[in-house]
Every structure is written in C-alpha cells, then in structure tokens.
C-alpha cells in the first residue's frame, strides 16, 4: 500500500498493534530508540501494527522476529492500551496517529543475540527505576510500569 493511501488510513480509523515488554533474567526492561515517527527520538519498547486476517500469535512471532531478530512464541497478554500521538509515520500536518495496543509480557536472555530493525537506532536493556526517571522514554512505554 502507498504512503498516501496508509495516510488517509492512519486519519480516519486506529491501528491496533501489540507492544512487547521484554525482560530478562535479572528482570531489565529491553527498549529500542525509535528514528521513525510516531515517538520518533525516544526510547520505547518494540511492537507492530497486526496485517488484516493475521492473528495476534503471529503477528506477535513476526512482529518480535522484525523488531529483535528473534520470534516470540510465549508471551502474556497485559492489557489493552490507547496510544495516541500527534503527529503520523509521514509527519503530515493535521493527521494524528491512534494505536489501539495490545500489550504482551515476555521473557527473553541477555544473552539472547538481539538484531535490532531499520526502526531502532539502537536497543538496550534497562532497569525499571531508570526508565521511569529518564526524559528520553516514552510516557507511553512508561505507562507499562507505573
């Protein structure tokens, strides 16, 4: 689908997406540094709009193998979360962005050879009280913990 044709998408109807909230053994938090809009320049844990006719659990295994280079097959549904943002994947004017976010608890080693996607700039583990006092994650990525 062209950008445009996404766009008028983005600005009549949510999305709905699913959100990983990985954490390893010693219970840190893995978060990529978004360079693509919406929650551009920040930190934010990865997810992924679900395709027509996918179901969650394989959206979630291709979603987690896109974003981290490894599928997730075991993950727990947390809750269901609104994600709206003011501007869209183009930076359009006028057109806001709504996630409708299904968000998934798993685990994963720090170990694991994580291979991060075009989206990330950078992926890192972090501990729960850090990413709740840093201004650089994202209020909705935060929201998971408080």
């Known amino acids: 689908m062209n950008d445009e044709k996404f766009l008028r998408i983005v600005d009549a109807t949510p999305l709905v997406s699913i959100d990983l909230i990985v954490r390893n053994e010693h219970e840190e938090?893995?978060?990529?540094?978004?360079?693509?809009?919406p929650a551009q320049h920040s930190w934010?844990?990865?997810?992924?709009?679900?395709?027509?006719?996918?179901?969650?659990?394989e959206a979630l295994q291709r979603i987690s193998q896109r974003e981290l280079g490894v599928a997730i097959a075991d993950a727990k549904l947390v809750g269901v979360f609104d994600h709206i943002?003011?501007?869209n994947f183009l930076g359009a004017a006028g057109v806001n962005t709504h996630y409708v976010v299904l968000g998934f608890a798993a685990k994963l080693s720090?170990?694991?050879?994580?291979?991060?996607?075009?989206?990330?700039?950078?992926?890192?583990?972090?501990?729960?009280?850090?990413?709740?006092?840093?201004?650089?994650?994202?209020?909705?990525?935060?929201a998971y913990f408080r």
Not at 126 to 131: A, E, F, P, S, T
């Open 85 to 87: 943002y003011d501007d």
């Open 29 to 37: 938090v893995l978060l990529g540094w978004r360079v693509n809009r």
């Open 110 to 142: 720090s170990q694991a050879a994580i291979t991060p996607d075009e989206q990330h700039g950078e992926i890192k583990w972090w501990r729960v009280d850090d990413l709740l006092a840093s201004a650089n994650v994202h209020e909705n990525t935060k």
């Open 44 to 57: 934010f844990v990865p997810g992924g709009r679900i395709r027509k006719n996918e179901r969650v659990k």
